[in-house]
């Protein structure tokens, strides 16, 4: 079956250090998104990529960086310079129909990152 | 840089009366326009959405949602509201620039 898969579901981090959220799709989506959900405050974005070795900033994008090498993953990493990383973080990817016009979103089940 | 604007962050009806959720829009382009809905505790699940053919869009559980160009806006609509509806709901708009933006929600609660 098709579809978007984040891992872990549930990550612990101590203060000052970096972690790495996984997130595959073998839906052959050529556009890739990571998201924070806080409560209150909707799902804002992070970074975004619609090709492999490209992506762009979203509105939130400090402490954190990407990378798309493969069409199918697009990992984030929380750095020690987020100075807020306890969040719900969700990935979401979108098949492009034609140019300028993409599909909706599909979406992982989400990872739950706490620094303790 | 688009944008959205979802007008009322809570929305509270009885049931069986209509629902009306705000959406306005900011874009450089012709946007697609799409509504979430996210009940507790669960992932988000979309409603409709709108890619530039038909102005009037409907969407599953009775839910629809018009497209104005004029005034920026996508409101999504229901005539009766049911108990199940209670959950969160967000609007969302994506365009030529690849990026995909979601409002902040708004959350409608249905009274018994």
């Known amino acids: 079956d098709g579809g978007i898969t984040q891992s872990p579901k549930y990550l612990f981090r101590k203060e000052g250090q970096n972690v790495t959220l996984s997130c595959e799709q073998n839906l052959n989506h050529d556009a890739m998104y990571w998201y924070r959900q806080d409560p209150g405050q909707g799902l804002r974005l992070i970074y975004y990529?619609?090709?492999?070795?490209?992506?762009q900033k979203g509105d939130i994008a400090e402490g954190y960086s990407v990378s798309r090498e493969k069409k199918e993953s697009f990992p984030l990493t929380v750095t020690s310079a987020q100075k807020n990383p306890t969040a719900f973080y969700l990935c979401a990817s979108t098949r492009q129909i034609r140019a300028n016009m993409n599909t909706e979103a599909f979406f992982g089940q989400g990872t739950r990152l706490t620094v303790v | 840089a688009q944008s959205v604007t979802q007008l009322d962050s809570h929305v509270s009806v009885s049931e069986g009366t209509p629902v009306l959720l705000r959406c306005n829009y900011s874009?450089?382009?012709?946007?697609?326009l799409f509504w979430y809905v996210q009940h507790p505790n669960k992932g988000l699940q979309l409603l409709l959405k709108y890619t530039s053919a038909a102005t009037l869009v409907k969407g599953i559980n009775g839910f629809e949602a018009e497209f104005k160009k004029s005034e920026t806006s996508f409101h999504l609509t229901k005539p009766s509201a049911h108990m199940s509806d209670a959950a969160e709901y967000f609007c969302?708009?994506?365009?030529?620039?690849?990026?995909?933006?979601f409002g902040a929600g708004t959350r409608l609660t249905v009274k018994p």
């Open positions: 990529s619609q090709i492999v070795n490209d992506f």
């Open positions: 969302v708009v994506s365009d030529r620039e690849g990026d995909m933006r």
């Open positions: 874009s450089s382009y012709s946007p697609s």
